[in-house]
């Protein structure tokens, strides 16, 4: 555990004492439980959701409507019982997010800001070992992942883990070691504010190989395109590359972490060879398009 990681770990026992303690009924929170799920980040809607059977929802933290009551009536709907986990991307920034500034408009960024993604609109590359950018994620009074914890979530999705292989690739030595500490962070301030917090990475699989506690302090990994949807939606992904992928997550699996995997496929033949193969592995499938905007139910793979 490097000297940064233990000082984030103890700022966050400081500041969480101004925080009021949440009631969870964390003796719920059963990960090892989940054996289906959706995630739908964009248009999602509670009183939908809730008829689903689904054992696990990830959505953006916009589904609680701002109301606490809303997760907690999803938590515990008629669909039947679910945990409830909320999406935030630590590598990358959004400019539609609350924390986005109007005088940061016409690229007079903040000194933490790199380069626009090239893939997504609006959003943009971050140096997340940044003081200031640690502060809007996590160790600020108005901190992003203590407004998940206070609105009721079970967990969180941290987007864009792999910003450690970017920053790399760049010549930033220090990328791996310090995206860890990053996250090992989240997630004991977390715990420390609501026991036994999911937290969940997108990608990134090979971090959690090379720091071991890293792969201890997560709940699991969420994979996008292991079977389809690389470099094409709707199409299988490259043998060899879906082969390297699988020996590493095989290992998060013998660590007793939950893999969940989301192919981007709506080719019936496609979703049902994804589901198998996965389920065959220990993972927990779905098949979505890369918007991931529908509430979508697979024929012949109904949640239970």
């Known amino acids: 555990m490097t000297k940064r990681l233990i000082f984030l770990i103890l700022l966050m026992g400081l500041l969480g004492q101004g925080h009021v303690s949440t009631a969870q009924e964390t003796s719920t929170r059963d990960w090892a439980a989940i054996n289906d799920y959706i995630i739908q980040l964009q248009r999602a809607r509670a009183n939908q959701l809730d008829a689903t059977a689904y ?37 990358q920034a959004a400019k539609f997010q609350y924390y986005w500034k109007p005088e940061w408009k016409n690229g007079n960024w903040p000194d933490w800001v790199g380069e626009a993604d090239e893939t997504w609109a609006g959003d943009v590359w971050v140096n997340y070992w940044d003081p200031t950018w640690q502060e809007i994620i996590l160790t600020g009074p108005d901190a992003y992942i203590d407004q998940i914890i206070d609105l009721g979530f079970d967990g969180v999705l941290l987007d864009r883990v792999d910003a450690a292989t970017y920053f790399r690739e760049q010549g930033h030595a220090t990328a791996y070691q310090e995206m860890a500490d990053f996250v090992m962070a989240i997630a004991s301030h977390a715990r420390e504010r609501s026991p036994n917090f999911g937290v969940f990475t997108i990608n990134g699989e090979d971090i959690g ?32 590359w879906t082969a390297e992928r699988e020996a590493m997550l095989d290992q998060w699996v013998a660590a007793h972490k939950i893999v969940l995997t989301v192919d981007y496929t709506l080719i019936p033949d496609q979703i049902d060879d994804a589901y198998t193969r996965s389920t065959a592995r ?23």
């Open 55 to 91: 054992d696990l929802v990830i959505s953006d933290i916009a589904l609680s409507g701002n109301h606490r009551e809303v997760i907690e009536d999803l938590r515990n709907s008629e669909g039947g019982p679910k945990l409830v986990v909320a999406y935030m991307s630590i590598g």
């Open 209 to 240: 190989l090379q720091f071991p506690d890293y792969l201890e302090a997560v709940t699991g990994i969420l994979v996008e395109d292991l079977y389809y949807g690389y470099p094409r939606d709707h199409a299988a992904s490259p043998p060899e």
């Open 282 to 304: 220990g993972y927990v499938p779905y098949c979505a398009e890369r918007g991931l905007s529908r509430m979508l139910i697979h024929e012949g793979h109904e949640p239970d």
